[in-house]
């Protein structure tokens, strides 16, 4: 249950299982670092550090839901590459901060946009870049009911508008 325990060291946290999570991994696979940021249930706050993680690419995976406080990380640039049609979905009651030297780039051949933001959901732009090299796709940043606050970054290589916003707070 979230909040029942604290967890002194930061690179840990109890995953909405229950279990005890480190918040990085050596695996080279794309299930396990995805992991790193699903395990992170609502109500709890997490930096994941991609310096951290084994590898940053995940092809053929569905987009990453968001449900807790979750900041990304790095220490050198690193490009998170995905070929899911949105990278990350901030669900409700969840917030997404990008910091400076993390990039996303969207691959997918038909995607939706690059992160999506829920109903109640927040995205916040702290330096990092939003990108798209696939040669179709509409936005980089989609909302709906949400929260977008945009401190400083880029948004670029969209084939349509860097942003789409409904009934949303920009």
Same mark, same amino acid.
């Given at each position: 249950?979230?909040?029942?325990?604290?967890? !002194?060291?930061?690179?840990? &946290?109890?995953?909405?299982?229950?279990?005890?999570?480190? %918040?990085?991994?050596?695996?080279?696979?794309?299930?396990?670092?995805?992991?790193?940021?699903?395990?992170?249930?609502?109500?709890?706050?997490?930096?994941?550090?991609?310096?951290?993680?084994?590898?940053?690419?995940?092809?053929?995976?569905?987009?990453?839901?968001? @449900?807790?406080?979750? +900041?990304?990380?790095?220490? @050198?640039?690193? +490009?998170?590459? !995905?070929?899911?049609?949105?990278?990350?979905?901030?669900?409700?009651?969840? +917030?997404?901060?990008?910091?400076?030297?993390?990039?996303?780039?969207?691959? !997918?051949?038909?995607? !939706?946009?690059?992160?999506?933001?829920?109903?109640?959901?927040?995205?916040? %732009?702290?330096?990092?870049?939003?990108?798209?090299? *696939?040669?179709?796709?509409?936005?980089? &940043?989609? &909302?709906?009911?949400?929260?977008?606050?945009?401190? *400083?970054?880029?948004?670029?290589?969209?084939?349509?508008?860097?942003?789409?916003?409904?009934? *949303?707070?920009?």
């Amino acid at each position: 249950e979230a909040g029942k325990f604290k967890i !002194s060291n930061p690179d840990y &946290i109890i995953s909405k299982e229950g279990k005890l999570c480190y %918040l990085g991994t050596t695996s080279t696979t794309a299930e396990d670092n995805i992991a790193v940021f699903t395990n992170i249930p609502a109500g709890c706050e997490a930096t994941v550090n991609l310096d951290n993680l084994g590898q940053t690419t995940w092809n053929n995976h569905p987009s990453i839901e968001i @449900n807790g406080k979750v +900041t990304v990380k790095a220490t @050198n640039p690193t +490009t998170i590459n !995905s070929e899911a049609s949105c990278i990350f979905t901030v669900k409700t009651g969840g +917030t997404l901060t990008l910091s400076d030297k993390v990039t996303l780039n969207n691959t !997918s051949a038909n995607p !939706s946009s690059c992160v999506k933001v829920e109903e109640g959901g927040t995205l916040i %732009l702290d330096g990092a870049k939003i990108t798209l090299t *696939s040669t179709t796709g509409p936005v980089g &940043i989609s &909302i709906t009911n949400g929260t977008l606050i945009m401190n *400083s970054g880029t948004i670029s290589g969209m084939h349509g508008p860097a942003i789409v916003a409904t009934n *949303s707070n920009i």
